[in-house]
């Protein structure tokens, strides 16, 4: 079932019933009449196929079910925030977020379009808020949508992890975790992780979601992806999301094999004079490059800017350029021969590879296992000689040959 399929109204009375342990009790919260309040939790019990509470000498008893799906349910109406809003409502106005026309979202919600439409009008109502407005021909969120869209899939985010937590309890391993992976994590640390949490869940789905930091902090922020692995930034992009270093890599300066500067001492100067093919202004890399000139040498123009690793190999086999990347991201290259590594880079660069999660992210079971598998590759890799320990501050520093 969908987390959207559940009724906000039989939620709060399952949350008011577990808080008071009375159906009585919770029927005056909510104002609802106890044969209300029953039924709604009597539906709740049928859809979930669990059962959520044991009627008591003391009153209504919350079965461990009710005890996982009530801190889910109490985040997902706090951060839905009104008390009209329904289900229904919800569904059809992230369908238009998601889409962009109420044709394309009546496509994808499975219903009529004059119904979808009159659903976003009544969410609109019932907030008192203006959430869609014309735009030519088209129609475009306001401000105030954009806020509640994002609050709205954070909500469905945790009725989803909730679902997939009672599965779990009936001893049915399913769900999906969603990694935003950045370049870095792509060529040995993701996919060590995803195959062994594979064999040990093959019911479990895995989406990985390949972008940059700037593309994929939005769709973090917006509960589409559960984590991202990749490099750190030195000032996360404000107190919402956390991060978790895993270790530190050292990029190596490389260049076709053949490259004129093979062979020759590695200083500024000779490295001003080289073309250079590198991901854009703001990215940690890019800085790390131009503190490797120091304050004597200025960094030569960045001829072409360019964020795939993929591109990147085929431009240094093609011309005499350099980059600055990790090891780990060309082995294949390198093995062959068709690159070869400058040189180290002046001034020693790292960066911190790690995961970054929303602040208030609560992962499940089985999130928390792929999380465990992720800390143990990252050991791997230290164990292997890969990286040696910074005393300074416990973090992991590396040699430049991993990902």
């Excluded at 959430?131 to 609050?151: C, D, F, K, Q, S």
């Excluded at 922020?221 to 956390?242: F, H, K, N, Q, Y």
């Excluded at 590198?278 to 072409?304: S, Y």
């Excluded at 290259?333 to 020693?348: I, S, Y």
Aim: hydrophobic share 40%.
């Amino acid at each position: 079932m969908r987390a959207s399929d559940l009724n906000l109204r039989h939620l709060k009375a399952m949350i008011a019933t577990a808080s008071s342990g009375s159906i009585s009790a919770a029927a005056y919260q909510v104002s609802l009449t106890q044969p209300a309040v029953t039924q709604g939790i009597a539906r709740l019990e049928r859809q979930l196929g669990l059962t959520l509470f044991e009627r008591c000498p003391g009153g209504m008893e919350p079965t461990d079910a009710a005890k996982l799906l009530v801190p889910r349910a109490l985040a997902a109406l706090a951060l839905i925030g009104s008390a009209r809003a329904t289900a229904p409502q919800l569904r059809a106005f992230l369908a238009l977020a998601r889409r962009g026309s109420y044709k394309a979202a009546s496509l994808d919600a499975g219903t009529r379009e004059p119904s979808l439409h009159r659903a976003v009008s009544d969410l609109s109502l019932s907030l008192g808020q203006k959430l869609v407005e014309r735009r030519g021909r088209g129609v475009a969120l306001t401000p105030r949508g954009l806020a509640l869209a994002r609050r709205f899939r954070l909500a469905d985010a945790e009725l989803c992890a909730g679902l997939a937590e009672l599965e779990q309890l009936k001893g049915r391993e399913v769900g999906r975790i969603t990694i935003g992976a950045m370049p870095l994590s792509r060529a040995r640390l993701l996919p060590k992780a995803v195959a062994a949490f594979h064999r040990m869940h093959p019911q479990v789905d895995v989406s990985i979601v390949e972008g940059s930091y700037a593309e994929l902090i939005g769709p973090l922020r917006d509960g589409e992806i559960d984590l991202m692995l990749g490099a750190l930034r030195d000032e996360p992009s404000g107190e919402d999301v956390l991060q978790h270093s895993l270790f530190e890599d050292r990029p190596v300066i490389l260049g076709r094999a053949g490259h004129p500067l093979l062979g020759q001492p590695v200083t500024p100067e000779r490295l001003a004079a080289c073309e250079w093919v590198l991901p854009g202004e703001g990215t940690p890399l890019r800085e790390q490059w131009r503190r490797m000139f120091g304050g004597d040498v200025d960094p030569p123009r960045v001829t072409i800017e360019c964020g795939s690793v993929i591109v990147i190999r085929q431009l240094l086999v093609e011309g005499d350029y350099l980059t600055l990347l990790s090891p780990d991201q060309v082995a294949v290259e390198l093995a062959a021969g068709w690159l070869a590594r400058v040189g180290a880079a002046p001034g020693d660069p790292s960066r911190t590879i790690g995961i970054t999660t929303r602040a208030n992210w609560r992962p499940t079971k089985l999130q928390e296992r792929f999380l465990d598998i992720i800390d143990g590759q990252a050991s791997q890799i230290r164990e292997a000689g890969l990286a040696c320990t910074n005393g300074k501050n416990g973090i992991s520093i590396g040699h430049g040959e991993r990902s």
